[in-house]
């Protein structure tokens, strides 16, 4: 399974929404606290890209030499329709600086230097570490997950469906004619989670390995067609 550094350096870098607490600033919009552009540095901070009049630069660059803390929470929300969307959240606390000569005009690019993280997603909830965040690196399928999601969700109905054949003893009796919804839920390098809903039942996921770790779009296809065929021998 991806760890928990690995797990939230791939939603600080992925485009999943954010918005940057700022004390003060709490009573805002949520669209006026949202950067505009986040990535992890060589040393695990976070460099946030925002407009150079928003409020967060503003208040930033006003702070008369204190940095302020800050927390920058980030939600992943499920990129196909499936009942209870929120996949999970993170959070990056720590000290917000001004960095100079990075951003161009009209814009402000800070540093959010990291003291703690957290993350409570489908894997569950856990505290990393900043140096495991440094260390950590982003899923090699993070640029692709949502239209891969999208794309299996639309094309590939029947051999998701199909699946339920190898989940054994949990589904029996039930498996395939009171599975009506079988939605791929995450993808990453280590395997494929889709959550199955029973005709006004209640809904529960599982997961499907795959041989081995994928590093591109082209291992995982071989992956995803090696477990289809599984499922329906």
């Known amino acids: 399974m991806p760890s928990a550094a690995e797990r939230t350096r791939t939603l600080v870098q992925s485009t999943c929404s954010a918005v940057l607490l700022v004390p003060g600033l709490r009573h805002l919009p949520s669209d006026r606290l949202m950067p505009l552009a986040r990535t992890v540095g060589p040393e695990g901070d976070v ?8 409020p967060v630069a503003r208040a930033v660059a006003h702070a008369g030499g204190e940095d302020p803390a800050a927390v920058l929470e980030i939600t992943d929300v499920a990129p196909v329709s499936v009942p209870n969307r929120v996949r999970g959240r993170a959070w990056i606390s720590g000290r917000l600086t001004v960095v100079p000569g990075l951003a161009g005009p009209g814009r402000t690019t800070l540093r959010l ?16 570490r900043p140096d495991e965040l440094r260390d950590a690196a982003p899923d090699p399928l993070l640029g692709h997950e949502a239209e891969l999601l999208q794309h299996l969700h ?17 589904t029996a009796g039930r498996c395939p004619h009171h599975l009506p919804s079988v939605v791929p839920l995450a993808l990453d390098r ?14 529960y996921d599982a997961r499907f390995e795959f041989p081995s ?4 779009i082209v291992e995982l296809g071989h992956a995803v067609r090696t477990l289809f065929e599984a499922a329906v021998r």
């Open 113 to 128: 230097e990291t003291e703690e993280a957290y993350v409570d997603d489908l894997w569950g909830a856990r505290e990393v």
């Open 190 to 203: 280590y395997g494929l989670r889709v959550r199955l809903c029973e005709e006004a039942g209640p809904c």
């Open 154 to 170: 639309t094309a590939h109905r029947e051999e998701l469906r199909s699946l339920c054949g190898l989940l054994g003893g949990r």
């Open 213 to 216: 770790p994928v590093r591109d």
């Open 47 to 54: 460099f946030l890209g925002l407009a150079a009049d928003s």
